[in-house]
């Protein structure tokens, strides 16, 4: 596609060029950070000192001297005003990680549950934060990587295409977020410019709007935020692993600050054929005054690998069902199933961002979010064909497809908070509105080979094949459309603080979404669809002492009918009502200490209507529940040892059916009823550390048809840490220490993942 391809009727050229002049402005800010002065100031702690944790005090402010006045009753002779010492607010007083209480492994407090800053023992929902510091000691490079650590979430496949993943029972391609805001394309997210990883549990669409039927992935960036960095980090290790990121910034002045993001990798796979090559650089900018701050950021990532669907399962004689399933074929982990030269994803993804803060030192403060994004997505699939096994006799199947997508996302928050009392009981009041358009262009082509044939028999012994496939537009069931989504939304949520002992956290929103799509294949209908939702929320919390709380709550989530990317619109979707989502929770969360977080929660989650194609009509009857408990520890047992993870226990049954062969009480796909994960770092010394991590999950089924079975496994991981000086640390990085064969996810029972052999990885960083 060239650059006057468009979406929506937009030129993506202009945009585009528009993305660019910005990120060389936001480059050129940057590099005025790396300063004598920056360089000047104080070094991060040695490893073994345990930094404490504190959110900051608002910084004084600074203002302007005023002339004196002579005590005398007549008008004093005007003389040159001689201003009084001023001493510098830096930047970096109002550090990223002090706001939220992050060191470590910790966060003591976010604002995405609540769109208020709260400590996490306040916000009555059950939250997992994955922090820079435990992403950096766990080499994690993906959001599936890292979420393995989250209880009661597993990654899902994705079609080896795209970040996907099973919260409660409930999969999602699209309720990821960026700094609270959508960002909801199909693609693989980096994770060079993570401050932190937040995993909200149950649907909260008050806070977030449609979706987040199990929960949302909140991805908070790195900012300008004055502290002094310049850190480079180069890695290398097992199947030709090569990565090299660079994280560099500080205070430009008292009021400005600066800051890069960058990094490029290739590298390899243990599977064959595989290759990935990666960039991006994210340039942000910080400007404060006294009650007003303006931040600017802009991101540019580009993506291109190899697309794999992973291995295929046995057929068996009579065909596998849920009462006699099969496993996945006896291959080795590496076998590539398809052409590997013709499977590839390619993604090219901008994100301009401006966020503006205000406080009106009355109790009120406003911020207003504004973010545009252009993703440019298409993949190529050559991989093993959908519902089929291999035969008896060896005989896989091989089918082929491409898909293109390309979408523009324009959104504008405005949240006004108001702290205020009536008599002795204390409110945070914030009310807020969201407006967005989205414009998608989606195309798919189904592929053929030998003259027409949309399959290809290849033995399982040898199922990697080169033969070239050709990619004709079928117009009868290949999509070729696209869609206009316009909302709207209104919020309002007060959180109540009665006394020390009990507080209340309830709110509602109003959202009007407005779908428009056309199908641009011959005899394609343009059809509409708008859905006026109201989610409400409410959550009370008991606190016997200030560390710990009890908390119950309620939420409701909906999924409009055109479901997680709403590319396309049907006549039988037009008429379908949304999916619902119903979570009642109660938990108790508490701080051992101010280091130290422990949490517990138990859940009863539905999900309401459902599509099922019932004599080729779409109708809304399908239903799904998940009970579940979850059990995490986060922290520092001591000052040297942290670690992170926990427990859950995950029963997602079909209530109703949703298709043919997913039917009323089988078990959900990808998720076990049992799931224990746990990373330890130890700190022997300043110099020396090690780390060690568990990941153990029961047997689980491919998909929600429970025809395919994935055994149980332990994985175990390890790491060792090494500091030379303040200059210079290392680490090295083993994955599956004891070489352990297992099924990481899957997509379907003919797409499994096998999971990674032992493999190293070895980093260098210099801190300048």
């Given at each position: ?306 697309a794999d669907r992973g291995i295929p399962a046995q057929g068996t004689v009579p065909a596998p069902t849920p009462a006699r399933p099969t496993v996945p074929v ?439």
């Amino acid at each position: 596609m060239t650059d006057q391809t468009k979406i929506g009727g937009h030129s993506l050229r202009a945009h585009r060029a528009f993305l660019i002049s910005t990120s060389a402005a936001a480059v050129l800010a940057a590099s005025l950070c790396i300063t004598e002065s920056a360089i000047a100031q104080s070094a991060a702690p040695a490893a073994s000192s345990l930094p404490p944790v504190q959110v900051e005090a608002p910084a004084a402010r600074v203002r302007r001297a005023q002339p004196k006045r002579a005590a005398t009753n007549r008008a004093a002779r005007t003389q040159r005003a001689v201003a009084a010492p001023v001493v510098a607010q830096p930047l970096s007083m109002r550090s990223q990680d002090a706001r939220t209480g992050q060191v470590g492994y910790i966060t003591t407090s976010i604002s995405s549950g609540t769109k208020t800053n709260t400590p996490l023992v306040n916000v009555p929902q059950s939250v997992s934060v994955l922090t820079k510091e435990f992403i950096r000691d766990q080499d994690f490079r993906s959001i599936g990587e890292a979420i393995r650590y989250v209880p009661g979430v597993v990654p899902h496949q994705g079609e080896g295409n795209r970040d996907d993943v099973v919260i409660r029972g409930q999969r999602t391609n699209a309720d990821f977020f960026i700094d609270g805001i959508r960002d909801d394309v199909q693609y693989f997210r980096d994770l060079y410019n993570t401050q932190r990883i937040e995993v909200l549990k149950g649907p909260n669409a008050m806070i977030f709007g449609r979706g987040g039927g199990g929960g949302v992935i909140n991805r908070v960036q790195k900012e300008a935020d004055g502290v002094p960095i310049r850190e480079v980090t180069v890695q290398g290790g097992s199947f030709d692993n090569k990565r090299v990121t660079v994280d560099t910034g500080g205070a430009v002045n008292e009021n400005v600050a600066a800051r890069i993001n960058a990094m490029y990798e290739n590298s390899g796979s243990y599977r064959d054929f595989l290759h990935l090559e990666r960039y991006g650089i994210n340039p942000t900018v910080t400007v404060r005054g006294e009650d007003t701050s303006v931040k600017l950021s802009y991101e540019y990532l580009h993506d291109d690998r190899t697309a794999d669907r992973g291995i295929p399962a046995q057929g068996t004689v009579p065909a596998p069902t849920p009462a006699r399933p099969t496993v996945p074929v006896n291959t080795s982990p590496s076998t590539f199933f398809g052409n590997p030269d013709q499977s590839y994803s390619k993604q090219d993804v901008h994100i301009a961002n401006a966020v503006i803060d205000h406080d009106f030192n009355n109790g009120l403060t406003v911020k207003n979010s504004s973010r545009y994004a252009n993703y440019d997505k298409f993949y190529q699939n050559v991989f093993p064909t959908t519902g089929t096994f291999v035969t008896p006799g060896g005989i896989a199947s091989i089918s082929a497809y491409n898909n293109l997508v390309q979408r523009e996302n324009l959104f504008n928050q405005t949240d006004w908070t108001y702290r205020t009392h009536t008599g002795p009981i204390k409110h945070t009041i914030t009310f807020g509105t969201e407006f967005g358009q989205q414009n998608t262009f989606s195309l798919r082509n189904s592929g053929t080979i030998n003259g027409g044939a949309s399959t290809l028999l290849v033995p399982a012994s040898n199922p990697t094949t080169f033969a070239p496939w050709i990619f004709p537009h079928n117009n009868a069931s290949d999509n070729n459309a696209t869609a206009t989504l316009n909302l709207a939304s209104v919020y309002v949520q007060d959180q109540i603080e009665f006394n020390r002992y009990l507080q209340f956290i309830g709110g509602v929103r109003y959202d009007r979404f407005d779908l428009t799509a056309t199908n641009l294949n011959p005899g394609g209908t343009r059809d509409s669809r708008t859905d006026n939702l109201v989610s409400p929320r409410a959550g009370v919390i008991v606190k016997p002492v200030d560390n710990v709380s009890v908390y119950g709550s309620y939420s409701i989530s909906y999924l409009p009918s055109a479901g997680d990317q709403f590319s396309s619109l049907t006549p039988g979707l037009a008429v379908t009502v949304p999916e619902k989502f119903i979570n009642n929770e109660v938990g108790v969360k508490w701080d051992i200490n101010p280091r130290l977080q422990a949490a517990v929660a138990v859940y009863d989650l539905d999900r309401e209507n459902q599509r099922f194609i019932q004599n080729g009509l779409v109708v809304a009857f399908g239903k799904t529940n998940t009970k579940g408990a979850e059990l995490s520890l986060t922290g520092y047992l001591t000052d040297q040892w942290q670690v992170t993870g926990g427990y859950a226990y995950t029963d997602s049954r079909i209530v109703d059916a949703s298709s043919a062969t997913i039917v009323a009480g089988n078990r959900v796909g990808l998720v076990p009823y049992n799931t224990f994960t746990m990373w330890n770092k130890y700190q022997f010394t300043e110099m020396w550390g090690a780390g060690l991590g568990v990941i153990h999950y029961d047997n689980f089924f491919a998909t929600s048809d429970d025809t395919v079975n994935l055994k149980a496994f332990t994985r175990v991981d390890a790491a060792i840490y090494f500091r030379l000086d303040k200059t210079w640390r290392g680490q090295l990085n083993i994955e599956n220490l004891f070489d352990t064969r297992y099924f990481a996810t899957a997509d379907a029972p003919n797409n499994i993942t096998p999971g990674s052999p032992r493999a190293f990885r070895a980093s260098v960083t210099a801190s300048f």
